[in-house]
Structure formats: structure tokens, C-alpha cells
């Protein structure tokens, strides 16, 4: 069971409470009638799926309904940060905390 | 190799049993191959047993990191059935099925295939109508499958909870009786001893580190006992494909995540056929050994942990209590995970890919084991002739780009 802590509510939670929505910023293509077959199969279905950081959205389902990002070990489980949608990690692979 | 008999168990107990050979070599890596497969689980050690046996390519290796067969082949429930809706994944699963068959003779090693029936519960009206499309789309594709009342699901397992004033009722099931289980160590351990007399070397502990390509055509792998030259490499490595992937800078539409399973203590036979719901996420059969075999639905989100939350055992467990009324006083033994990958329509991936001599088999997702010997035998194919075997073309990678897929979500039995 993970605990998460929700940016919004200032808590730490327990996982039940929370859904998981995949990959985080990924950006909706601002025309997609001009993208090809392959772009917008790349968009729609492609993840980067890492073993190692991940930055992915969650919703505060049974609390405050919000989504928010974090930032979590997909090996290890270890969530290192969580923030609010629109903020940037300040944890990623490139300058990672250890 | 000596050939497993009734005879030479007999004159080996003669010996205590202390005197039967190596059940495979642990060769040194030659330095090159034609074929490399990654991936020493039962998929991979199919398509090494496949490639020998039918297409008579034998110097072949299976690199292995671990140990063979120890990672969601160990972890699987061990369920075999073909009852999927759309004709190409249909076909893909029964011709595997064919083929479970008559695997023990052909491998002179004991699966312990035992068709002993799988059951698909519904619990409302729409599950009904969705088992009733299934079943009769099973059945123009030449799949035995039948729709049970309540009635004959008590029949058939008499300990199940009929009553109507549950959460989710039992109102009927799909049922294939040629679907079953096998002995799931066995599955692997019998296509390596193949592979193996065939002459294709089995290397354990042998990570691979990185594909190397060399203008647009695979040249070999480096691992951790060094670089091994190969004409084609296949990558059958399940919830880690997507990382393999990346080493060749191709990207996979998967998602990688925990499956946990669980068994219970060793009981008296009790449950004698595959009992599966998917609306609850929960399903059940019983080892020859005596205990539960119960599977969870997936963890929802991406991991590699092998081990998942306690909450989805949780709900499993509730639901099988429900079911089950008497289960509910019995120990769990053992709980574990695997890592699925699973894909955006719930098919494979039977592949080549935009670098030449480069495949891969992938996107099993939840429900690998039943297709093994299918996947190995369809794939060996593919990469001998570097075209798609006719049963794998649908579930080329470009089924992405193209709009082609096979959704099978939710629409199939699967149960997650």
C-alpha cells in the first residue's frame, strides 16, 4: 500500500483513496488533423513505461477530487515528491536526488 | 539424453535415484549465434525449442538474467483457455491450445495439462449478454464453449454461492471444458530440456546490457559475461520489454505492472475445474498439491517491484470469501507479484521491427501462460523467416499506428 501525500489537501493518504492515471505531462497536440496515422498512434498509445522515475498523474478520488503529479520509483515504489498540476518535478532522472 | 520413461524410472529407483543425468548443460556463450533469444522464461524457451525442432536452427542461444522459468512463468496461475472474442486473438489462443495437447509427448516431459474446464461467472444482466456474444462468437470459431445457468454452475461446483441475495449473484457462466491447467515450472523446464537436446544453448545469469546495432541491422547484445555476436535477436522478456526496447531506440506501447497471485495452505480436493470472475477480479482453482491457486486483478499502477499493494488482495480475497463461503477460514500460504506488460488493447505483440533482425514477443499483459506454447511456436516462425507467421500478422506492432487493434478488453474473460 502506498502513501501518498495530495499537494491540494496537505496530507499523507493512504493509496485507496487515490487512482492512478498514467504517464504526467504529456501534451495534447495542439492540431491534431495535421498529425500523421503514426503521430497521433505515438500520442495516443506510446509510453515512456521507465524502469526507474516516473512522473504520473494521480486523482484524489475519495478526497478532494483533484489531480496532481508525483514523482515515484517504479522499481523501489519510493514516491519522492508529489505537486500540483502545472508545477515541474523538481526530481527527475537527469539530476536525480541520490 | 536418456528419454523419460516408466522403465527408467524404475531402474533409477534402483539407484535411489541418484544417478539421473543433467536435465540440460550450462554451456559457455560461443561468441557468436544466429539466433540470440532474451529471455529464458517459457515463452523464450518455446521459441528456442520451436526454432530447433521446426525450422532445424540450432545454433541458438536463450540468455537468461536469472534463472529459467522464474519470472512470471513461476508467477502465473497456470490457466489455459482460448474462449477470447475476436477471430484473430481466438485463433492465436486455440491454436495454442492444439498444441498443449499433445505437449507432453512432444516434449517427453510432464506438463500435467489437465483439461479440467475453466468457467466464466457472470453477475449481472450485462455480463450475461457479453458471455452470450462471447460464446457464440467462440463457436463459429470451431471453440467449444457453452453458456451455463446457475444451476449448472452448483452443479459443476457444488460449494460455489448460488443464493440470488448477494453482492453480485451468480446468474450464469461461459464455460470451456477443453481449457484447463498446467504445471507451470514444468511448462518451462520441459521446453528448455527440448531446446537443450535440440543443441540450443541455455545461458542463466547472463544479463543483457545492451542491443547493439550497427546501421539499421542488429549485430549482437552485450551482456555481463561479455558481447555475443547474432544474426537476429529475439526479445521475449515480458514486463521488462519496454527497457529492452529502449537499448535498440525503439518505443513499445506498454505499460508495465504488478499481477499478484496468492496460494492458500495444501487442502483436500475440494474445487476440481477453474472457477474465474471478472467482475469481482478474483479467480480460483486448486493445485494437484491441494492448495488455492487464486489470482488478483492488476495493480493500477506502472511498477517493476514484482510485488504490488495489500488492497488488491483485499478485494480478491473478499470476493472469493463471497463466492466461497467456506474459504473463508483457510490461511493464505504465500502471496507474489509479477510485472505484466500489458498492452492498450489487451493483445500481444508478435513482431519485427523497423531494425532489421530485431523482434520482439511482448504484451502478454495478464494472460501469457495459456498462449506459451502458441507464442513460441508462431514466433520461432516469424523470426526464421523473418515474416510473420500467419496466425501472428494481426498483432504486428504497427497495429498502432494503423487503427488495426484487436480489443480484446474486457471482451475476452480477461479479468483485468
Known sequence: MLHIYCPYCEELREEEEFSYSGEAHIARPTDPEALTDAEWGDYVFFRKNPRGLHHEMWNHAAGCRRYFNATRDTQSYEIHETYKMGEKPSVTSQGAAQ | ?416
Open chain 2, 1 to 416: 539424453m536418456k528419454k523419460y520413461s516408466g522403465f527408467s524410472l524404475f531402474k533409477h529407483s534402483l539407484s535411489h535415484h541418484e544417478n539421473w543425468q543433467k536435465t540440460w548443460r550450462s554451456p559457455r556463450p560461443k561468441q557468436s549465434y544466429d539466433v540470440i533469444i532474451v529471455g529464458g522464461g517459457g515463452h523464450g524457451l518455446a521459441t528456442a525449442y520451436y526454432l530447433a525442432k521446426e525450422h532445424g536452427i540450432t545454433n541458438v542461444a536463450v540468455l537468461e538474467k536469472g534463472y529459467l522459468g522464474g519470472g512470471n512463468t513461476a508467477r502465473n496461475t497456470t490457466i489455459v483457455r482460448s474462449n477470447y472474442l475476436w477471430d484473430e486473438a481466438s485463433k492465436l489462443y486455440d491454436h495454442a491450445l492444439d498444441l498443449w495437447y499433445g505437449l507432453s509427448q512432444d516434449l517427453n516431459y510432464n506438463v500435467m495439462f489437465s483439461s479440467r474446464g475453466v468457467m466464466n461467472l457472470g453477475h449481472n444482466l450485462q455480463d450475461m449478454r457479453d458471455i452470450e456474444r462471447r460464446v457464440n462468437a467462440n463457436r463459429l470459431n470451431g471453440i467449444d464453449a457453452a453458456v451455463l445457468t446457475t444451476k449448472e454452475v452448483k452443479d459443476i461446483v457444488p460449494i460455489i454461492n448460488d443464493s440470488q441475495d448477494i453482492r453480485y449473484p451468480i446468474l450464469g457462466a461461459s464455460w470451456q471444458k477443453t481449457g484447463g491447467v498446467a504445471r507451470h515450472d514444468a511448462v518451462a523446464w520441459g521446453f528448455a530440456r527440448g531446446a537443450d537436446q535440440l543443441g540450443v544453448d541455455l545461458i542463466q545469469q547472463c544479463e543483457v546490457t545492451d542491443i547493439v546495432v550497427e546501421q539499421g541491422a542488429v549485430t549482437g547484445v552485450q551482456t555481463n559475461q561479455g558481447f555475443i555476436g547474432a544474426k537476429k535477436v529475439a526479445c521475449v522478456t515480458a514486463g521488462n520489454s519496454g527497457v529492452m526496447a529502449a537499448m535498440a531506440g525503439i518505443r513499445l506501447p506498454l505499460e508495465s505492472h504488478p499481477l499478484q497471485a496468492l496460494v492458500s495452505e495444501p487442502i483436500k480436493p475440494i474445487i476440481d475445474t477453474v472457477v474465474m470472475s471478472n467482475a469481482v477480479h478474483a479467480y480460483v482453482s486448486q493445485s494437484d498439491k491441494g492448495d488455492l491457486v487464486i489470482g488478483a486483478g492488476i495493480d493500477s499502477y506502472n511498477g517493476y517491484g514484482q510485488r504490488g499493494s495489500l488492497h488488491v488482495v483485499e478485494h480478491t480475497l473478499s470476493a472469493i470469501c463471497e463466492l466461497f463461503p467456506m474459504f473463508s477460514r483457510v490461511r493464505m500460504n504465500r502471496a507474489w507479484g509479477g510485472i505484466v506488460d500489458t498492452c492498450p488493447d489487451a493483445c500481444p505483440i508478435i513482431s519485427k521491427t523497423h531494425v532489421d533482425g530485431l523482434y520482439f514477443n511482448c504484451g502478454w499483459g495478464t494472460g501469457g501462460f495459456k498462449a506459451t506454447p502458441g507464442s513460441g511456436h508462431v514466433f520461432a516462425h516469424t523470426v526464421a523467416h523473418d515474416d510473420p507467421h500467419p496466425l501472428a500478422k494481426p498483432f504486428n506492432i504497427d497495429r498502432f499506428n494503423t487503427g488495426h487493434l484487436i480489443d480484446e478488453h474486457g471482451a475476452a474473460g480477461v479479468a483485468h
